[in-house]
């Protein structure tokens, strides 16, 4: 069965570093998103991203926050200057075309120290 | 009013037992439904999907969605320890690409 490939599985950053966050999508899923999830709480969404830009994103996706798919395959969360609140598991998850649910991969635990 | 809910838990069954997982929306423009299943430092895992109203049943597992109520509900049947997991219902509405999901619901079966 198709896999959403997400790398590293967990990374440790210190506090104002800059992190970058990769997902190989389903190869033939169009639509593409970022969502968070703190420990303990609720699934967040952060962004999508279709046809090589954003079509949609939330008030967590600041500045601090961009997405790109550099070389058609890579599908990438960069945050610019972590800060300790943006410890948490960070999904990646694609959408085909008819299809209902998404498919997420397993995710990167963020740790900021 | 939080835009859905759902009772966190924990909530523990004896194996075999039937499991009722809820969750209550407020926006009634969602027209579709999904349950996720997630282990521990997991991503989550899709196991139903609904549109509009209705039933529909996959194996031991039944999903129900009453739009008039803005209630969904996941049944799971002859429930087995390798069910224990935090259930996700998510749900979004025809236009947007992104789904709202409720906090979750812990679920323990013990052997």
């Known amino acids: 069965e198709p896999e959403v490939t997400q790398t590293p599985s967990h990374q440790v950053t210190q506090m104002g570093q800059e992190v970058i966050l990769r997902c190989v999508p389903i190869s033939n899923h169009l639509y593409f998103y970022w969502y968070r999830q703190i420990l303990g709480q609720k699934v967040e969404f952060l962004v999508s991203f279709y046809n090589n830009e954003i079509s949609e994103k939330s ?5 601090q926050f961009s997405v790109e798919r550099p070389d ?15 410890s948490a598991m960070y999904f990646c998850a694609t959408f085909g075309t008819g299809l209902y649910g998404y498919t997420f991969g397993s995710g990167t635990r963020l740790t900021v120290v | 009013q939080k835009e859905v809910e759902q009772d966190p838990g924990p909530l523990s069954v004896p194996e075999g037992a039937i499991v009722s997982l809820n969750c209550t929306y407020s926006n009634s423009a969602f027209q579709y439904f999904m349950w996720y299943r ?10 139903m999907y609904t549109y509009s109203s209705g039933n529909k049943e996959d194996g031991r597992f039944t999903a129900q969605v009453d739009k008039s109520s803005k209630y969904i509900s ?9 069910d224990s997991a935090t ?9 947007g690409q992104n789904f709202v999901f409720g ?5 323990s079966v013990l052997p």
């Not at chain 1, 008030?59 to 500045?63: G, L, Q, R, V």
């Not at chain 2, 997630?38 to 196991?47: A, F, N, T, V």
């Not at chain 2, 996941?74 to 390798?82: A, E, T």
């Not at chain 2, 259930?87 to 236009?95: G, H, P, T, V």
Request: charge should be neutral; include cysteine.
């Open chain 1, 59 to 63: 008030e967590i996706f600041d500045d």
């Open chain 1, 72 to 86: 058609g395959s890579n599908f990438t969360l960069k945050i610019r200057s972590t800060k300790l609140e943006d």
């Open chain 2, 103 to 107: 906090p979750g619901t812990r679920l």
């Open chain 2, 38 to 47: 997630q282990y521990s430092r997991k991503g989550p895992e899709l196991l």
């Open chain 2, 74 to 82: 996941l049944f799971i049947r002859d429930s087995q320890p390798s």
């Open chain 2, 87 to 95: 259930y996700l219902c998510a749900m979004r509405d025809n236009y």
